[in-house]
């Protein structure tokens, strides 16, 4: 294997950003598993035995109690199948995806991928299928980079769960089944944490971390993905990147073993490992990944926000985003030079629902007519102009209350794509955030063509027909002189 890079941080701060990452701005994440079952919400796995919890109840009165059937009982419910990934894939290019992410595996310790070290994986309980290797041959057939989550890393303490039991009613004291010696290599000897009110995302569990690394390095040899996302700080430091460099070790081992295998494969490194450490000297060994949530201005670096349009796993009661807040979204973060991995909720048998189909039909629409001022552009000496900003709030996602004032800008080559937030009551736009020396030499509507405009001391006012191409953000080509 190619040692382009060491297991340091001085070494893999000479990562560079693949232009791929770049230029994709859009990226559709499967963050899919046996959760889904259930259709119940995030972290199902953990929260079924956590006595009074909706999911908890939820459980007891659908599959019953979790000393009786259990997690492992429920993936064995989980037959992906009308998982058609090919026709999914067609349905996210179309919307705009440039990149595609798979979920390798929750924090429930379920495998996506035929794992030589878990056996409890997608190949030989529920679907049994290599669900992340049908995946990536649907990517490799519309050439599109391929990633993979992996959600380990917090795994054993987060399920330490599993060791309870009720401390009241008909099954009071009875242990929950990931007591059973049988199940171990499952739930994992993780008793260290049983009861702790403040778990730790990281344990520091030495045999869990090394395993961690040895799955890590597993997959980057099944996969070689260009992608590779940590659902937490670089493993195994802390948020803040504060902690020795020893903490990170098994980390550092697993990126430089991701880009090492792309150098490989491509004769350059193409991979970029993303993380939510938020300290330069940590995220700068890769890509910062924001959790629905935002950043305030233009970065120097690269970064991605992951969302989702609903709840992390199909929840049938929770309420999706409308499409028109998605696309405003993505045109808010891709000015600040972001790009938007986005969760498309699948059912436990793997298709979409009514919802999701039109979501992705409505991006699809607007990506056919505003996709020229989205893939490949860079940002401009400014994100925007106007009143009107994102709540930047933990992991608040509201939907903002554009005013025909509000812009975001990108560029590409010698045009200056202004994204229009809102449609102007009298049809004219406006214009502020030009030099009085930058001149337009033509101005186009996306979807439309040509459009008349004047300028003046560098404010551009652009006449915009009544009926605009989208009923979304709709965008103009400034062709810039010189």
């Known amino acids: 294997m190619s040692k382009q890079f060491e297991a340091t941080f001085d070494s893999l701060h000479g990562f560079k950003c693949p232009e791929w990452f770049a230029d994709a701005k859009l990226g559709i994440w499967s963050h899919w598993g046996p959760q889904s079952v259930p259709m119940a919400g995030d972290w199902y796995a953990r929260n079924m035995y956590i006595e009074g919890s909706r999911q908890y109840l939820y459980h007891l009165r659908h599959y019953g109690h979790p000393s009786v059937f259990g997690y492992k009982d429920l993936v064995k419910l989980w037959k992906a199948e009308k998982f058609d990934p090919d026709s999914l894939m067609d349905k996210y290019y179309k919307a705009g995806a440039r990149y595609f992410v798979g979920q390798a595996m929750h924090h429930d310790h379920f495998f996506n991928f035929p794992s030589a070290l878990n056996r409890f994986n997608s190949t030989q309980t529920g679907p049994m299928k290599d669900i992340c290797g049908l995946w990536k041959s649907a990517a490799d057939n519309f050439k599109l ?35 059973d010696p049988a199940n171990r290599d499952i739930y994992l000897d993780n008793y260290e944490h049983k009861g702790q009110a403040k778990w730790p995302w990281y344990t520091p569990n030495q045999k869990h971390r090394d395993d961690w690394l040895a799955v890590m390095k597993e997959l980057i040899g099944l996969y070689t993905p260009d992608l590779l996302y940590s659902d937490g700080s670089l493993p195994f430091g802390d948020m803040e990147g504060a902690a020795p460099d020893c903490e990170f070790r098994n980390g550092l081992e697993a990126v430089s073993a991701l880009y090492n295998a792309s150098a490989d494969k491509y004769g350059e490194n193409r991979a970029v490992y993303t993380q939510k450490g938020r300290n330069p000297r940590v995220y700068k060994v890769g890509a910062l990944d924001i959790e629905k949530s935002q950043l305030p201005g233009i970065q120097e670096d690269i970064w991605q926000t992951d969302t989702c349009i609903g709840n992390w796993f199909y929840d049938a009661v929770q309420p999706f985003k409308k499409p028109g807040h998605i696309i405003e979204m993505l045109v808010d973060i891709i000015s600040k030079n972001g790009v938007m991995l986005l969760n498309i909720l699948q059912l436990p048998d ?21 996709g020229e001022g989205v893939y490949g552009t860079r940002p401009w000496r400014r994100f925007g102009e106007g009143p009107s900003g994102v709540l930047i709030e933990g992991f608040k996602e509201n939907a903002v209350d554009w005013t025909s004032s509000d812009f975001r800008f990108v560029k590409k080559g010698s045009v200056l794509y202004t994204f229009i937030m809102r449609q102007p009551e009298n049809n004219v736009s406006v214009i502020k955030s030009l030099a009085e020396t930058e001149h337009a030499a033509s101005v186009r509507l996306l979807g439309e063509g040509p459009v008349p405009f004047s300028q003046n001391y560098g404010v551009l006012t652009v006449k915009l027909p009544e009926r605009l191409p989208t009923p979304y953000v709709n965008c103009l080509a400034i062709e810039l002189k010189g």
Request: charged letters at 15%; a negative charge.
């Open 145 to 179: 980079p391929f990633g993979l989550t992996e959600h380990l890393g917090a795994t054993f303490s987060w399920w330490s769960v599993n060791k309870g039991a009720d401390t009241e009613g008909a099954y009071a004291g009875v242990p929950y089944d990931g007591n």
């Open 350 to 370: 793997g298709a979409i629902d009514a919802e999701a189909g039109y979501i992705l039909k409505e991006m699809a629409a607007w990506y056919a007519v505003c």
